[in-house]
């Protein structure tokens, strides 16, 4: 089965300081693994993710995501944040060994919130 | 491509009156899901199609849902009798084999 998880409901910075947003997951198998944004009033957007090859993954906006095997983590970054960088934000995995039709399962979602 | 498209963005309608949520998906998209997202449940996957195929509905909470798609592009997803409890944001995705999703802007259910 797989399983992931968004351990902080809220993630507050000041705008200008290094965000990170915390997943980690549990799969059978090798993971494929993704980070979409939900702006307020809109649906969920791509950010990044990772398939196979380097740990760290780069994506829209200035985000990053690395991921770490030993730890099963694949937290989202960003050097600087902005506050219009405030949003939802979902990890999804998905386990390409569970056969069917390669469904993801996100998590509950983290609220960043970037204040001036 | 103008990317997912749903109607209507906004439902506001009394309960037990039938409501439907339409989806045009992305063209050449294989895959096609139906969420539901609520502050209380998160983001919960109703259904999804592959070619048009519904593939698992275990994630209707009812039979009072029922979901179509008669073509490559279009589905819908309907509710009858709609209840106050059924007030969410939908939201239909489309997605090639084995890629990301793409999301539709949503469509913000009322039931009163």
């Known amino acids: 089965a797989q399983s992931v998880a968004q351990p902080e409901d809220q993630v507050k910075v000041a705008e200008g300081n290094p965000l990170t947003v915390k997943c980690t997951y549990s799969?059978?198998?090798?993971?494929?693994l993704f980070w979409y944004v939900q702006y307020p009033n809109r649906g969920l957007q791509f950010l990044l993710k990772?398939?196979?090859?380097?740990?760290l993954v780069k994506g829209s906006y200035g985000f990053e995501a690395e991921f770490n095997k030993s730890q099963t983590s694949f937290h989202l970054k960003k050097p600087s944040a902005l506050v219009s960088d405030s949003a939802l934000y979902f990890c999804?995995?998905?386990?390409?060994?569970?056969?069917?039709?390669?469904?993801?399962?996100f998590g509950r979602g983290t609220s960043l919130i970037v204040h001036p | 491509d103008a990317g997912v498209i749903q109607s209507p963005r906004h439902e506001v309608t009394e309960m037990g009156q039938e409501v439907t949520l339409r989806c045009k998906p992305i063209?050449?998209?294989?895959?096609l899901f139906w969420y539901r997202q609520t502050m209380m449940r998160g983001l919960e996957l109703l259904i999804y199609?592959?070619?048009?195929?519904?593939?698992?509905d275990s994630g209707m909470p009812e039979d009072r849902f029922s979901a179509k798609m008669p073509n490559a592009s279009f589905s819908t997803l309907k509710i009858q009798p709609s209840e106050p409890r059924d007030s969410a944001v939908y939201f239909c995705?489309?997605?090639?084999?084995?890629?990301?999703?793409?999301f539709g802007q949503g469509t913000r259910l009322t039931v009163v």
């Open positions: 995705a489309s997605r090639p084999d084995r890629d990301e999703a793409f």
């Open positions: 799969v059978s198998g090798n993971p494929y």
């Open positions: 990772y398939i196979t090859g380097d740990n």
């Open positions: 999804a995995v998905r386990d390409p060994l569970a056969g069917g039709s390669y469904i993801p399962t």
């Open positions: 063209s050449g998209h294989d895959y």
């Open positions: 199609f592959n070619n048009n195929v519904p593939i698992d």
